[in-house]
């Protein structure tokens, strides 16, 4: 019997056997429970359960048991075993990468806190330093000690206190180690010139158009497989704000000398990604290290695969993205090379489903 693991929440009274009625039940419909916890919030708990269940069983399914017995705000999403049967030890394994690698802090909080998507944002929040701002019982905002924060989404199931005070205490750590976690971030490039990645702005329009100015129309062209020499106003609105995207800039004093994109595609693990990079900052470490700041991103948004786009004699996004640790594949497609980047290396945490209610 194939079978499917589940990761439900539910509130229950606090009354003996009330739990125990409950896995009951789910053993008489073949379901199997691999892991429990119980998260304490305010007025009661909420108790958090791992289940195997056979495919016949449709989520909402599952929910109706729980209903049956009780069970209230029942929230239900796909779970994976290797991450959920020992939770402490999935904790510990994100905190070591995000320690290892800041770029990994988007992908550690997503294993964590089970969140749909996170990602840096400019600071529109009354937050000040560091700390945690809730926006709604769904999504939360997390200070940076540095500058700069990151949003936090979950929507198959609101967020509790102690889940917020977990996401306090990783920052807390890679405080402590000096990693500093998707804020703005200083590279040195092959030859020792200093960058900073940062997400881009609007105020960053005329930089970014100044960039274009000075690029040639090779690097051009390759990027956006036309003929350009200016880019209208409005292409730069959307560069610097991209629907269902983000856009981080290389900066050198007050020049762009790099862009690049991640925008995600309507195949839900799929994110195309793009580079532009000034042609006297080309083959120095700039887009390689533009790529590995994106594909952090992608990874802390839940996408399994980077795409890109090339003209068929150019390599440079291959050649990037094999220097960036991302292992690839290209095929032809419509005169054009895609370009695949795998994410799966990475721990990208659980696959997220819609919430069922």
């Known amino acids: 019997m194939s079978t499917s693991t589940w990761r439900l929440r539910v509130h229950l009274d606090d009354n003996p056997g009330v739990l125990a009625k409950l896995t009951v039940h789910l053993a008489a419909r073949d379901c199997n429970v691999l892991a429990l916890s119980v998260l304490p919030v ?43 049967v020992d939770e402490r030890a999935a904790t510990l394994r994100a905190a070591a990468r995000a320690v290892a690698d800041p770029a990994e802090v988007a992908a550690a909080l ?90 881009g702005r609007q105020a960053d329009t005329e930089a970014v158009a100044a960039l274009h100015r000075r690029c040639s129309m090779r690097s051009l062209f390759a990027r956006y497989h036309a003929g350009v020499r200016s880019v209208p106003r409005r292409w730069l609105h959307r560069l610097l704000a991209p629907p269902r995207g983000s856009t981080v800039l290389a900066v050198c004093g007050h020049q762009v000398v790099g862009i690049g994109q991640l925008i995600g595609m309507t195949t839900p693990d799929l994110a195309e990604v793009s580079l532009l990079v000034e042609d006297e900052w ?15 991103m992608a990874r802390g948004a839940g996408f399994a695969e980077l795409i890109g786009w090339c003209l068929p004699a150019e390599e440079a996004l291959i050649r ?17 090379l895609r370009v695949s980047l795998a994410l799966s290396h990475q721990d990208r945490g659980d696959k997220l489903h819609p919430s069922c209610r």
Do not use: C, K
């Open 42 to 84: 305010p007025g009661g708990v909420v108790d958090e359960l791992v289940i195997s269940a056979p495919d016949s069983l449709r989520p909402a399914d599952l929910v109706g048991v729980v209903r049956a017995e009780g069970g209230r705000r029942v929230a239900i999403t796909a779970a994976r075993v290797h991450d959920l």
């Open 320 to 336: 990037t993205g094999s220097r960036a640790g991302l292992p690839g594949s290209v095929r032809t497609e419509d005169g054009l």
């Open 110 to 199: 997503r294993t964590v806190l089970g969140a749909d998507s996170v990602e840096p944002v400019n600071t529109g929040s009354a937050l000040v330093g560091w700390g945690v701002e809730a926006v709604d019982a769904h999504q939360f905002v997390l200070g940076m000690p540095e500058g700069g924060a990151i949003l936090v989404r979950r929507g198959w199931a609101p967020f509790t206190d102690t889940e917020l005070s977990r996401a306090f205490a990783l920052v807390e750590l890679l405080r402590a180690t000096q990693s500093i976690p998707l804020g703005p971030r200083a590279v040195l490039t092959s030859d020792g010139a200093g960058i900073v990645l940062r997400a």
């Open 282 to 296: 080309q083959r120095r470490g700039v887009g390689t290290a533009l790529l590995g700041y994106l594909a952090g």
